[in-house]
């Protein structure tokens, strides 16, 4: 620019935005693979005019000036093309001479992501970093009173139930008189978060499915997948293994035309059905798959036209109270299985959980309650809900498990957690912190992305672009020259190291607990924090 | 650690056996407190078997309110045992007023009540007498039950009964069930010290319930007056058994399956595959992890014993038709009943159940593995 042009209210330099392109002319072999990466066409080839000047090192010599070209890298600062972060440039580089840096200071960016009036969209999770799962730590440790158990001998039995548990006295009774028991299974307490074939890619869905089903028929785990709200591939719903598969409904209905179309010929029962009413990363708002994604499959599964942005309302239409959503939709989506299949709602973390808790209590259908805490992690939102809208879990799950012990129905409705869930990459920490506070199980997607799939998105803002169908790793992206990186077998390898570590680091946790027997759901006394008001808020201990 | 001994007999024997029997397994304890159940009583409590008894220590306060109490609500005292003890207590042991063993008489009204009301009036009495206890400090109250004495004390047991003079006639009792030790993960409480006694249930146990909170939780929100206390871990275990049989009318048979069910693969291949995945499932929060020795006393007068499903405490049960001892460790069994065919001593398993029943002929063991019996 030159020093006397006008400058408009956007126009930003290099320094203004989060992340810096540092590119070393030196190393630079000009192959062109950053730039032909970039997904958000942040780097361009540039064409550099440098003057040279040369001085004579003669006392009466003169000074004499000229021009060169070098060609090299320029960073482009429309805010439309800001770096995100990703480093993919440097991933391609031969001779690492690129690196995307991050600011020193705040950037100016955010001040102009909204041109045209739109409002910055992305996906990831909440950008805070941390978080208070990680703070509590397990300090009942079994010494001498009691000896602590051996994680590499001790058998363990870390199941978890997944739907409508009868209170001992109405369960014999019912069992003794061959009454209708509510349908209830037994599964691995890491359940994997709706993720739908839409939001993920082909292939990253697919190796998904790989994985959970060698975990199953290999390893004896029973793990199980949710769908996310996007329907299901017509062939999984009519093999064998749907049995390892929560079909989600949500607010859009998307593919679930298909989905009941193929109940005749579906010769496995799913796992569950997930009535999604909220999200955690998004609460009060509907799912969103953007126009970038709808390729021709994804408006087949989903039965829609494709190239259309697919937004989810933020209610289901057709209901307007807790009650009518639990008498029309879980009894009906019973019935669609013949009650063999539990149904469950999903909401979004927040301070009116307790009164659909309360609901729940009162319907003999509820199979169980699904919270998503603040952090959950989605694949578009509006910058605004994932930053500002929710509620933390910890305190949603403790009130809504101590709320069931006061009822005495802490047994009969299983409550799952989800949101943040290994955020900070402790994810066996984290998920054994939400049992002992109250959770049967939890739920995790973006754990899985980054442990499975590589993504590079994280909670101070990296990468964040899995609306836009352009992500570098092939995870959320509909374009196949993008998908096709992520090799399908590997994710499925990566699905069952990530389980297996897990399991083991589960297995380290209890044991020095002397649990083994049985999931510790509600063991609140192995819990202690070092912030006192937390501490009396969780009604653990407070411990320095 | 603590150190359990109970012990069955056709004759009634004095509860000095079982706390001698404790001293010598006293390496196993730290000598800091005594528990004693006594049942099926000899002595002059044979002829008034269904007169309900009053177990427990109150200050001279304590015991004017009590009589107050228990005259109000028409109880008449038909026959108590008066201990009478030195004026300065063994170190250790607090100085208390009255350490007081008192049968009633019923009411008249309670003639037309039904079994199960009694029982229940006899709990609800029990529980307000514990209340008033402990908003006065003055009462603590064991047991109110016919034919049963509880008598617990903060000491070294052999001293305690010593100081007591529990050697005694009146206190001669066919079934004994002792336990050495206090609780001392909490604070040191007579209502924290085993056995535990409910309704005719009693039970104490070996090993911290590393489950107890939920396992608390559950019991608690069972909204039964009875299922209060637990200044102990294991008062869980008198009360989950009490549950099961009397709310669910479950045989003892299936009291393991309660509260260390098989895992999946064996539930699947058992007899009763469908029934046990339900009390599995249902019963889910009453699953005690261990590590644990159980033994316990059901109203018919059968002592039992169980392990948690790792066996990792000690526990061993032997004998000879007409007298059959439980006991932590085998010198306690040997003290006890020296007369009997060692080899057929047998220390329960990670899916066994114990059982001497009210006959005393013989030790019956039942494997988690086995068929239950039909439901009752």
Not at chain 2, 31 to 55: C, M, Q, T, Y
Request: glycine letters at 10%; one cysteine or more; aromatic letters at 8%.
């Amino acid at each position: 620019m030159q020093p006397n042009a006008t400058i408009a209210p956007s126009t930003l330099s290099v320094k203004d935005l989060p992340w810096q392109i540092l590119w070393h002319k030196d190393k630079c072999t000009l192959c062109g693979r950053c730039t032909a990466v970039c997904p958000v066409n942040a780097i361009e080839l540039g064409v550099f005019r440098k003057r040279r000047i040369k001085v004579s090192l003669e006392p009466q010599g003169n000074p004499s000036s000229g021009f060169d070209i070098f060609h090299g890298i320029r960073q482009k600062t429309d805010p439309a093309y800001a770096c995100v972060g990703c480093a993919t440039c440097s991933l391609v580089c031969p001779n690492d001479a690129i690196l995307p840096m991050r600011s020193d200071e705040a950037d100016k960016l955010r001040f102009h992501i909204n041109r045209g009036g739109q409002p910055r969209s992305r996906g990831g999770r909440r950008n805070v970093p941390g978080g208070i799962l990680d703070q509590i730590k397990f300090i009942r440790i079994s010494m001498l009173t009691d000896p602590a158990l051996d994680a590499g001998r001790h058998e363990f039995e870390m199941r978890t139930l997944l739907g409508r548990i009868l209170p001992p006295e109405q369960n014999l009774k019912f069992f003794n008189e061959n009454g209708w028991i509510p349908p209830v299974r037994e599964i691995y307490p890491l359940i994997i978060g709706g993720m739908s074939f839409g939001a993920l890619s082909p292939n990253m869905w697919e190796g998904l499915q790989m994985g959970v089903a060698y975990l199953n028929e290999e390893l004896g785990m029973p793990v199980r997948m949710c769908t996310g709200e996007g329907g299901c591939p017509p062939r999984l719903l009519r093999s064998p293994f749907l049995k390892y598969v929560i079909l989600q409904i949500a607010s859009g209905y998307f593919g679930w035309d298909e989905i009941i179309h193929a109940i005749p010929e579906m010769v496995e029962d799913p796992c569950a059905i997930e009535i999604k009413y909220g999200q955690g990363a998004k609460p009060g708002d509907g799912g969103l798959l953007m126009w970038h994604k709808v390729n021709k499959l994804i408006a087949a599964i989903r039965g829609v036209p494709p190239g259309i942005s697919l937004p989810s309302p933020p209610t289901h239409q057709t209901q307007y109270s807790i009650e009518e959503s639990v008498a029309k939709m879980i009894q009906s989506m019973y019935m669609a299985w013949g009650f063999r299949v539990p149904v469950y709602p999903k909401i979004s973390a927040s301070s009116t959980a307790m009164a659909v808790l309360n609901n729940l209590t009162r319907n003999p259908y509820a199979a169980g309650l699904a919270i998503d805490g603040e952090d959950g992690g989605t694949g578009a939102a509006y910058n605004v809900s994932m930053d500002h809208m929710g509620h933390p879990i910890a305190t949603n799950i403790r009130d809504g498990y101590l709320n069931l012990v006061k009822v005495g129905m802490q047994n009969e409705i299983p409550i799952f957690a989800g949101g943040g869930v290994g955020k900070n990459g402790n994810l066996a920490a984290n998920a054994a912190t939400l049992i002992m506070l109250g959770a049967s199980g939890v739920q995790t997607g973006k754990y899985i992305m980054q442990a499975a799939a590589g993504c590079l998105g994280s909670e101070t803002d990296r990468c964040n672009i899995c609306n836009i169908g352009r992500c570098p790793r092939g995870i959320t992206s509909q374009d196949p020259r993008l998908y096709r990186r992520l090799d399908v077998e590997k994710v499925a390898e990566r699905v069952v190291d990530l389980y297996l570590a897990f399991d083991m680091e589960l297995k380290k946790i209890l044991a020095p607990l002397g649990r083994s027997t049985a999931l510790p759901i509600g063991m609140s006394d192995a819990l202690g924090i070092s912030d006192y008001y937390a501490a009396q808020r969780l009604s653990i201990k407070y411990v320095v | 650690m603590c150190r359990l001994f109970a012990m069955t007999s056709e004759t009634p024997v004095s509860p000095m056996i079982a706390l001698e029997a404790m001293d010598v397994m006293r390496e196993g304890h730290d000598g800091s407190g005594v528990g004693l159940f006594l049942r099926d009583l000899g002595g002059p409590f044979e002829e008034i078997k269904n007169a309900p008894i009053l177990s427990g220590i109150f200050s001279e306060k304590g015991l004017r309110r009590l009589d107050t109490f228990m005259m109000d609500i028409g109880f008449m005292t038909k026959y108590k045992i008066t201990i009478k003890v030195p004026k300065i207590p063994p170190p250790g042991v607090p100085k208390r007023d009255t350490y007081l063993i008192r049968a009633y008489e019923y009411p008249e009204e309670w003639d037309d009540y039904s079994q199960s009301d009694r029982y229940e009036k006899l709990l609800e009495i029990r529980l307000q007498l514990r209340a008033m206890g402990e908003e006065k400090r003055d009462m603590i109250v064991f047991s109110f039950w016919p034919d049963v004495i509880m008598l617990k004390e903060i000491g070294d047991p052999l001293q305690v009964a010593n100081y007591l003079k529990l050697d005694r006639n009146e206190l001669h009792a066919r079934v004994i069930m002792a336990q050495g030790r206090q609780n001392t993960n909490y604070a040191i409480n007579l209502y924290a010290c085993h056995p535990f006694f409910i309704q005719g249930y009693a039970s104490m146990t070996n090993g911290e319930c590393t489950a107890f909170t939920p396992i608390r939780e559950f019991l608690l929100s069972r909204n039964y007056p009875g299922y209060t206390g637990y200044q102990s871990d294991s008062e869980i275990f008198t009360h989950i058994l009490h549950y099961t049989q009397t709310r669910l009318g479950l045989d003892i048979s299936a009291y393991k399956h309660i509260i260390t069910p098989l895992q999946d693969a064996a539930i699947a291949d058992h007899a009763n595959a469908g029934l046990l995945k339900q009390l599995k499932q249902s019963c889910r929060r009453l699953i005690i992890d261990g590590p644990n020795c159980v033994i316990g006393c059901l109203p018919d007068h059968s002592l039992f014993m169980v392990q948690d499903r790792k066996k990792l405490r000690p526990g061993v049960v032997g004998g000879r038709p007409g007298r059959y001892a439980f006991s932590s460790e085998v010198c306690g069994l040997d003290y006890a009943v020296p007369d009997r065919d060692k080899s057929q001593d047998f220390q329960p398993m990670h899916l066994d159940t114990v059982i001497v029943g009210p006959q005393r002929q013989e030790v019956s063991i039942c494997n988690q593995m086995q068929p239950l019996p039909p439901l009752h």
